[in-house]
């Protein structure tokens, strides 16, 4: 297959993922759309120097849409938001606005890490290897990185009178 019709395909597989993973980090949905291309055109060059293999794709992908943002927030100054592309929150919109202000601000309690295997794991679908190649660590340590995050989800939503 050619550069631009596996660049083509790999779009039509990735782009949802990754820009909702942009929107997760930016709050904004024209950044995380800019971001997302950006991804694409630094993928067509890579696939043109042979420099990504097709298993370490979707971990490529979302590495490299993570470092675009940092960088990016690294350049403003100052911030456009108090929060960091380490420290994300949710984004989706909630028919409630005061639950979802409740589920913002318990989410919010975790470390950047929990909120990112949270959401790398049960909004976009990623299994504990993949998450453990964007991460940089290993399988078993996202495993326990999940465990406390849902341990800690439990805790505060406990404390906050959200579960009995």
């Known amino acids: 297959m050619v550069v631009p019709d596996r660049v083509s395909y790999l779009f039509g597989q990735y782009y949802d ?17 800019d971001f997302a291309n950006e991804v694409f055109l630094r ?15 979707p971990g490529w992908l979302y590495r490299v849409a993570r470092n ?49 295997v949270l959401y790398l794991r049960f909004v976009e679908g990623f299994e504990p290897s993949e998450i453990a190649d964007l991460m940089g660590k290993s399988a078993g340590a996202v495993k326990q990185l999940q465990y406390r995050a849902l341990a800690s989800l439990r805790r505060l939503l406990h404390q906050g009178g959200y579960v009995p």
Do not use: K, W
Request: overall charge negative; charged content about 25%.
């Open 68 to 116: 675009l943002v940092i960088d990016d927030y690294r350049r403003r100054t100052p911030p456009m938001s108090g929060l960091s592309p380490d420290e994300p929150f949710l984004t989706a919109p909630a028919e409630d606005a005061f639950v979802h202000q409740d589920v913002e601000r318990v989410f919010a309690q975790l470390t950047p890490e929990q909120q990112r």
């Open 43 to 57: 993928l067509f060059r890579s696939l043109q120097g042979g420099a990504v293999s097709p298993d370490a794709l």
């Open 17 to 33: 993922g990754l820009y909702r993973y942009l929107c997760y980090l930016t709050n904004d949905a024209d950044s995380a759309e």
